[in-house]
């Protein structure tokens, strides 16, 4: 899972003798949750790349499924950079299982090795693409605000906040552990823990704050985009617009899924309870959700493949011009559209 306490097991501790038995009785935990982190990363992974196949399909490829809404160039590309980083952030948490399955993991210890040079690097890893992937979701929301109001966001916003701003943060989590050297950690004192967390979860309260209010309002400007075009608002366009609203809400949901576990294991962690079976439980949950949020992400951004896996298809479609493709298409049609950046496939009639 992704948790800034996976920070904690990088120290090297002033005084060994004082975590020695915190170290022995944690082994077995440690253990079971490394096991269920793997297997669900795995799982997740592998079902990712399936659902990324091209399909037999006209119009499919990699990270093109022609039956889905909301589509275009600008949120196709955020749409990649989500499903990327949670991947990459997933593949983190599976290396990092393998090596403590392996015990190859730094324990306590007053020596500075390897091992707690690769935990360091490896959780920061782990962390800059999460932080990324939530950040992105942002820009989503946002992009799909800007689409719908005719306007487009900036490719240097995308790129600030979508690369840059996960490394800030990452980076003021580790100034903020290891201003005074890794073997000062002993001294941290629980506000620091406390800012610690708040800081790696500050992107997540960002995703589920925002986004509903940005998802709102591009759901309204969507519906007066289509008011405008058509000169009726009727049970077709109504159908339409629900469709948007619902699968607004299933980003949300889908979110809220993998990462509800992290902010109430932050809250137990904050407020210093000592419920070992607690702690566990939701440990346990962390290690099952967070590894599903590239599958929860390609399934609801991209869409549920139609049809059978075909590479030649795929072949077919990379060495042909598929400018007549849409890039965009609502209700499952297959109408065109010249729109460089729809939101959806609106604005012209579908020809009979």
């Known amino acids: 899972m992704a948790s800034p306490a996976f920070f904690h097991t990088c120290a090297v501790y002033n005084n060994i003798t004082k975590h020695d038995h915190h170290h022995e009785a944690r082994v077995l935990v440690e253990r079971v949750v490394t096991i269920v982190a793997m297997t669900f990363c795995m799982i997740s992974l592998l079902v990712v790349i399936y659902l990324l196949l091209p399909r037999d399909v006209r119009g499919s490829e990699w990270w093109r499924n022609p039956g889905r809404i909301l589509v275009g160039p600008n949120l196709n590309a955020i749409i990649r950079a989500v499903v990327i980083t949670s991947f990459l952030g997933t593949l983190g ?17 007053e020596v500075v090795n390897g091992g707690h040079i690769f935990c360091i690097v490896i959780n920061v890893f782990i962390e800059y693409f999460y932080e990324s992937s939530y950040f992105w979701i942002i820009l989503y929301a946002i992009e799909a605000l800007m689409v719908a109001n005719n306007k487009e966001l900036p490719t240097a916003v995308k790129y600030i906040l979508g690369w840059i701003m996960p490394g800030i943060v990452c980076g003021s989590g580790l100034l903020l552990l290891y201003h005074n050297g890794i073997k000062e950690y002993d001294g941290k004192t629980e506000i620091e823990r406390a800012m610690l967390y708040f800081i790696f979860l500050l992107p997540i309260l960002l995703v589920l704050i925002c986004n509903p209010f940005l998802f709102y309002f591009a759901s309204k400007a969507a519906k007066r985009a289509l008011i405008w075009h058509y000169g009726r608002y009727t049970a077709s366009e109504r159908k339409l617009i629900d469709s948007i609203h619902f699968k607004f809400i299933l980003i949300l949901a889908a979110f809220l899924t993998s990462w509800l576990p992290n902010i109430i294991d932050a809250v137990i962690h904050m407020a210093q309870n000592d419920n070992k079976t607690a702690k566990l439980t939701i440990w346990i949950i962390m ?29 077919n479609n990379t060495s042909t011009d598929l400018s007549d493709v849409s890039t965009s298409n609502v209700n499952f049609s297959r109408s065109t ?5 729809p939101l959806i496939s609106f604005r012209r009639k579908e020809r009979k």
């Open 337 to 341: 559209s010249s729109e460089t950046e």
């Open 93 to 109: 948490i599976l290396v990092r299982s393998a090596v403590q399955m392996d015990e190859n993991f730094p324990g306590p210890s």
């Open 287 to 315: 290690c099952v959700l967070n590894p599903l949020q590239p599958v929860l992400c390609a399934l609801v951004l991209w869409g549920l493949p139609e049809s059978r896996i075909s590479f030649s298809s795929w072949w």
